[in-house]
Every structure is written in structure tokens, then in C-alpha cells.
């Protein structure tokens, strides 16, 4: 499911215009994007979490040349779905 498709999805179950569910989800999408950034979690109960990870700076390989190489420091964001998310 792309994004056109979720907004479809929203606007049929919520009974809310195409327009409304797009503003609905960019709205969210920017929350929890702006909620990460200050290092918060973003939990969604019966849904999951939206946490940061930090990854250490670390050495590398070039698996074309071989040659060692130095990987940044990070953070990237990471969801982990609650127990009770479960597809039937």
C-alpha cells in the first residue's frame, strides 16, 4: 500500500474527504517526525512505537575494493509493533 492508497483507505473508513484524510496524514507523519527529532517516543497503543536509534560511528568495507572505510555516527527512526498488532 502506497500513500494515494492509505488516503483512499483513511477517507473510506473515517468518512472524511480524500482532501481531509491527506491533511490527516501528512499532519501525523510531521508529529511524529518533529516528536523523533526532540528524542521522543511516539507510541500508538495496539499499534506500536516509534522510537530513535542511535548507531556508534563504526569502520567499514568497500566490498568493491576492499579498502576500509569510516562510517558516520547516525540516527535513524525505528518502529517496534505492539504484541497485540497481530495479522490474521
Do not use: C, Q, W
Request: proline fraction near 1%; glycine fraction near 8%; aromatic fraction near 6%.
Amino acid at each position: 500500500m502506497n500513500k494515494t492508497e492509505l488516503i483512499n483507505a483513511m477517507a473510506e473508513k473515517s468518512g472524511l474527504t480524500k482532501t481531509d484524510a491527506k491533511k490527516a496524514l501528512d499532519a501525523f507523519m510531521e508529529a511524529t517526525y518533529e516528536g523523533l527529532k526532540k528524542g521522543d517516543k511516539v507510541s500508538l497503543i495496539g499499534f506500536g512505537t516509534f522510537s530513535v536509534s542511535e548507531r556508534k560511528a563504526r569502520t567499514g568495507k568497500n566490498p568493491r575494493t576492499g579498502k576500509k572505510i569510516k562510517i558516520a555516527a547516525k540516527k535513524s527512526a525505528r518502529f517496534k509493533a505492539s504484541k497485540s498488532l497481530v495479522i490474521k
